[in-house]
């Protein structure tokens, strides 16, 4: 069965294994959550590469600004793990569930489940890409104004300090 991811986790996954955010800046730990972790949350076996791969299919939902294209994503993301939507009982109690026809597109379809879920609730620009150019973490904008452009302080605070670097150096 397939639970919607936690956005949190989905998050974490895109950056922890996603090919550009560990390459821009040049991350070489364990990436986090480990297989291990997403195979007791999820109760699927998979391996790195598979993860990998994952995260990466994630990621353009991310960094693309077209709300279109997004929703062309997401889709493409449900059908091709061909998801589809169960009621399963407990004791009288009905519960609304995911079900997937192969086990190894669990930890996929729970994560393009959970991006329908918010996508259908939020204005689609709540999901972005840091804008620090060395940097290609994503993130999910809960802030109350929406105006989120940076994946953490770290980075807004090194662009910061370089656009005031570039500004005095420009000024002679
Ligand atoms: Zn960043």
Not at 25 to 31: E, F, L, V
Request: hydrophobic share 35%; net charge neutral.
């Amino acid at each position: 069965m397939v639970e919607a991811m936690p956005l949190e986790t989905l998050i974490e996954l895109v950056n922890g294994w996603g090919t550009d955010p560990r390459r821009e800046d040049g991350r070489s730990d364990q990436p986090y959550p480990s297989a291990a972790e997403i195979e007791e949350r999820f109760g699927v076996r998979v391996g790195d590469r598979v993860l990998a791969g994952i995260a990466d299919r994630l990621h353009p939902v991310f960094t693309t600004s077209g709300s279109t294209e997004r929703a062309r994503l997401v889709t493409g993301l449900l059908s091709e793990t061909g998801v589809r939507p169960e009621l399963h009982a407990d004791g009288d109690l009905l519960h609304a569930g995911w079900l997937v026809q192969e086990e190894r597109d669990t930890v996929l379809a729970a994560a393009a489940v959970a991006l329908r879920d918010y996508l259908a609730q939020h204005d689609s620009r709540r999901l972005g890409a840091c804008a620090d150019r060395r940097c290609a973490d994503v993130y999910v904008d809960t802030s109350p104004g929406g105006r989120r452009r940076f994946c953490s302080v770290t980075c807004q605070n090194r662009t910061r300090v370089a656009a005031f670097r570039n500004r005095r150096s420009a000024a002679g």
